[in-house]
């Protein structure tokens, strides 16, 4: 049944959600990172490897809050 009041035709297809890659690589980078900083920080005799590894987790994990918050 057509609607004698709209103007315009409804979208053909449903809109691609924001930043569809973005979420699970920064997923995969984050889960990286933390077993890479959980094997440097207890093998490798240097703390600041394992804080690299650490700092990015931490990074990764606050770009997703971010993301999940921007686009809920």
């Not at 924001?18 to 207890?42: D, E, H, I, K, Q």
């Not at 600041?48 to 590894?53: A, L, P, Q």
């Amino acid at each position: 049944m057509t609607d004698p009041y709209r103007s315009t035709e409804a979208p053909a297809a449903a809109p691609e959600r924001p930043g569809g890659l973005l979420r699970p690589l920064l997923w995969l980078v984050l889960f990286l990172a933390a077993a890479t900083n959980a094997v440097f920080s207890t093998v490798v005799d240097n703390p600041w490897i394992g804080s690299v590894f650490g700092l990015v987790a931490v990074l990764c994990a606050a770009a997703l809050i971010v993301h999940h918050r921007r686009n809920r």
